[in-house]
């Protein structure tokens, strides 16, 4: 069977319950949203009027499949305790929020080492997620994004994400969010049957298509291996349609939120979700 969950992150603009009406109506069966601005540390509190409508709109949209992606702000591993302990506070407060709207799922760039090196960057971000899951509602799993691995940018290879789920070993709570751009972008070949096979098999490999909760479904306006994240609308950047046409139709992600993350200007995201839906021989 196709893909069957196909969205887009949506524009919260009025609340957060506007990204499912907005995205319902453009033929989203899931999405996701911000619960806060990402470019910022203070957030509003979520009042019962807010998750009254947010719950609404799900029961008039069928939308259920809803996932969150937290603060660019946030560093796990940031050398400076200040700044750690602060992206830790703020992780914590997204995943709280995600709780009261009842959002199961919230994406993480984790970190960056900012020159300490992989090693000890990946140390902190496994004490640091450990402590933030410890301290937050257990209906929450954390899904680590793979990274374009731009600058000291950490989770650019599927050995980062393995090195974190087993130094927590194995903890329920933590999952994947796989990038088609950043991947790409990192270094891992998707343009074929061939190398789309085999670069899922190494993830399979090492992390495990138990641990992929979503997808972020984009092309790259750069080419493999330059390791420059630049989102591109589907078919007009480095990777191409083939790669999308033959995920859409792997059963493996036939239940896995598949989600656009290209510019929604100029009617962008109602076009790309017409092209992976047609992929995917669903109603347009």
Known sequence: MPAQL???????TGGV???????????????QVFTS?????????VTDEMVAAFKNAQRETGITEVVSHDSYLINLCAPDDAKRKQSMEGMKGEIERCALYGIDRVVSHMGAHMGQGEECGLQGIAESIKQVLDETPDSV???METTAGQGSSLMARFEHHAWILEALKGH??????????????????????????ATFAEFDRLIGFDRLKTVHCNDSKKGLGTRVDRHAHLGEGEIG???????????R???????????HEDDGHVKDLQKLKAFAGLTI
């Open 6 to 12: 196909l969205g887009a992150h949506m524009p919260a």
């Open 241 to 251: 349609d083939e790669t999308f046409r033959l995920l859409v139709n792997d059963e």
């Open 141 to 143: 799993t954390v899904l």
């Open 172 to 197: 329920p709570r933590l999952g994947v969010c796989l990038d088609t751009c950043h991947i790409f972008a990192a270094g891992y070949d998707i343009r074929t049957p061939e190398t789309f096979t």
């Open 17 to 31: 319950h506007n990204a499912i009406v907005t995205g319902h109506a453009i033929g989203c069966t899931a999405v």
């Open 253 to 263: 992600f036939t239940n896995i939120p598949i989600l656009l993350e290209t510019a």
């Open 37 to 45: 601005s990402p470019q910022m540390w203070k957030s509003k509190p």
